[in-house]
């Protein structure tokens, strides 16, 4: 943040573009449990709301919220110093490490954390994921990385996180111990990275009981992630 002093309600020119990001995220939430990522009240997802005054914002899921009690109204706003700017309720535990992606990685939109099975299981061992399928070159240009150990409650988790994927093309990191952490452009990129390092750690994992993987020779990996990123989809 560039204010000298944190804000205390969200700015008027901000109000619009706030409250769609809490829409958003609340939406984006059910996401989570649907493709099985998350159990009882663990993961959240926040995004950015950018300002070009430099009074950038994250919405996010407040502490400890069920998801099925989870609305646009119950999001938090927090500076991205993870104070708190508006909600009656105190914000997820790893607001802090959200708000140090944002404020070190500019090019980040949005933030997912879960603690999928097949993902949580790789970081459990330290080990990254292999880039041994298509799916992983096309959206993670690599293998996905692991990041150092870290204790939930201040912004170290950030700092892993920013550490490990700065000058990566992964948007995925599996914090050491912890679990996945994925970033986007947006909220909806950050959770369909999400999806997919829990589908790629699944099927690497069933891969490697019946033989080691072949890995992807890194030339193949550089086109694959070329086209995928600037001409598959609709533009």
């Given at each position: 943040m560039s204010n000298d002093a944190p804000l205390t309600e969200v700015p008027a020119h901000l109000r619009t573009a706030v409250d769609t990001a809490?829409?958003?995220?609340a939406d984006l939430h059910a996401e989570l449990p649907r493709w099985e990522l998350v159990v009882w009240t663990a993961g959240n997802v926040s995004e950015r709301v950018r300002n070009?005054?430099?009074?950038?914002?994250?919405?996010?899921?407040?502490?400890?919220?069920s998801y099925d009690d989870i609305t646009a109204e119950a999001m938090v706003v927090c500076d991205l110093d993870g104070n708190l700017v508006e909600g009656?309720?105190?914000?997820?535990?790893?607001?802090?490490?959200h708000a140090y992606v944002y404020a070190h990685m500019p090019e980040v939109g949005g933030v997912v954390h879960t603690h999928s099975t097949y993902a949580t299981a790789?970081?459990?061992?330290?080990?990254?994921?292999?880039c041994v399928l298509t799916m992983m070159a096309d959206e993670f240009g690599g293998p996905i990385p692991v990041g150092?150990?870290?204790?939930?409650?201040d912004d170290s988790i950030g700092?892993?996180?920013?550490?490990?994927?700065r000058g990566s093309r992964s948007k995925a990191v599996l914090m050491k111990n912890h679990g996945p952490f994925t970033i986007g452009g947006d909220a909806k990129g950050a959770v369909k990275a999400a999806v997919l390092c829990e589908e790629v750690a699944r099927a690497v994992h069933v891969s490697r009981q019946l033989g080691e993987p072949l890995p992807i020779e890194q030339q193949h990996v550089d086109s694959l992630y070329e086209r995928y990123q600037n001409v598959y989809g609709q533009r």
């Open positions: 809490k829409q958003k995220v070009d005054q430099g009074e950038d914002l994250l919405v996010i899921k407040p502490s400890g919220v009656d309720r105190s914000p997820s535990s790893d607001t802090a490490a790789w970081a459990a061992r330290g080990e990254e994921i292999p150092p150990f870290a204790i939930i409650g700092r892993g996180i920013v550490e490990t994927l």
